[in-house]
């Protein structure tokens, strides 16, 4: 059955340090990957996408990468602040008839301490 | 802040009774959907449509029912409400075209008593 793995459901690390998350998936092959942030008993936010023919993509103190062979994407947070703990949401992007339905991983609660 | 809104946001409900959750967009947005999250758990799509009057079931069963008289308005009903139904129901629209981001109300967390 179609998996996504997020490494960690915790993750803490230091302010000023650069935060990784790792998102994984198995039979399925995605054309897009989604990245979203979820504060507690709100919805999720949209952060970034990157396509299956794009390597990396960056967004302020954001990075993404999309490894199609490895099939994993990494997020990283550089320069992290306590305002950056949340959850973040890994999503598979459907195609054919789907399209546009997300298919999401549990998440990984990142606590940044000051 | 996404102009998509959900009512209301916290639901206490006794068992049989029925329900309906609001949900509203002003964005223009074709596509709408529900998803359902439980502590600590994945978002599951329960019910989505690309236009009024289209409804489909999405990938986790569901025993609600939803319409789609009007592009901004998607709204989701249990008939007879069950401790089961306890959840938390997210809905989001996207715009038209593929693999556009999504965006979601602050969400409507319910308890069946």
């Known amino acids: 059955s179609q998996k996504i793995e997020q490494n960690s459901e915790a993750l803490n690390i230091q302010e000023g340090k650069t935060a990784t998350l790792t998102c994984n998936y198995t039979?399925?092959?995605?054309?897009?990957l989604q990245w979203y942030r979820q504060d507690p008993g709100r919805g999720p936010v949209f952060l970034l996408l990157?396509?299956?023919?794009?390597k990396e993509k960056r967004k302020e103190r954001l990075k993404v990468t999309f490894d199609t062979t490895l099939k994993q994407s990494l997020f990283h947070i550089t320069a992290s602040q306590p305002a950056d703990s949340a959850t973040y949401l890994c999503?598979?992007?459907?195609?054919?008839?789907?399209?546009?339905?997300?298919?999401f991983g549990k998440g990984t609660k990142l606590s940044v301490k000051p | 802040e996404a102009d998509i809104y959900q009512t209301p946001r916290y639901l206490v409900i006794g068992t049989g009774k029925k329900i309906t959750l609001e949900c509203s967009q002003t964005m223009g947005h074709d596509k709408m959907y529900w998803y359902q999250q439980d502590p600590g758990m994945e978002l599951h799509l329960i019910h989505y449509s690309y236009g009024v009057n289209s409804t489909e079931k999405g990938d986790l069963s569901s025993e609600s029912t939803v319409s789609r008289i009007r592009t901004e308005h998607f709204p989701l009903t249990l008939e007879s409400a069950r401790p089961s139904h306890t959840s938390q129901y997210l809905c989001?629209?996207?715009?038209?075209?593929?693999?556009?981001?999504?965006?979601f109300g602050q969400g409507t967390r319910l308890t069946v008593v």
């Open positions: 990157i396509r299956e023919n794009e």
């Open positions: 039979n399925y092959s995605p054309a897009y």
């Open positions: 999503a598979l992007s459907l195609g054919g008839g789907s399209q546009g339905n997300l298919i």
């Open positions: 989001a629209s996207t715009r038209q075209g593929a693999h556009t981001e999504a965006f």
